[in-house]
């Protein structure tokens, strides 16, 4: 059956209409992908940053880490405040933290070896902001470095995928 044109309208320009419209697109989805891509490696670069915030001894909580931690916050999140971290208020909580780890560790080292247990990361968090929290010690900045590290990506791999998916369509 021929194509026929329909009250005045010819095909070919309409066909050439939704190429530009598609190629249109196309860039602008090309243009998303690099920015996702240029955001996901940097994301993923700053992971090992936050390394620390697994409670191990040889990632220990200090001062070094987590101001390392705080700049790359507060440059990352200048449009919202709520995230700002105070470094002086930050520099007394990481003090705290560092000693209540350093108090704890041969206990919970002979707690593992009697119960045959491993006390994990998120354990040892609770029971870091618990005591925080029983002695009435205030830790909004150790909580905001925490919490962002828990919004990286640990891979680069849902980036990937939808690189790996816009290149097959």
Known sequence: MPIQQGKGRRLVPDIHKGVEIIKGREL?????????????????????????VNLTKTNAVDWENAETSAEIINSN???????KINNDELFDEV??????????????????????????????????????????????????IFEYAFCLPGTSAPVERVFSLMNNA
Do not use: C
Request: aromatic share 14%; proline share 2%; glycine share 4%.
């Open 28 to 52: 602008r989805i090309r243009k998303q992908e690099r920015e996702w891509w240029v955001l996901g490696r940097y994301l993923f670069g700053k992971t090992e940053q936050f390394a620390w």
């Open 95 to 144: 003090v705290l933290a560092k000693d209540y780890l350093q108090s704890n560790w041969e206990q919970w080292k002979q707690e593992e070896t009697t119960r045959d247990v491993i006390i994990s990361s998120e354990e040892k968090r609770l029971r870091l902001f618990g005591h925080f929290q029983e002695n009435h010690i205030a830790s909004p900045n150790l909580i905001k």
């Open 77 to 83: 999140l200048l449009d919202v405040p709520d995230m």
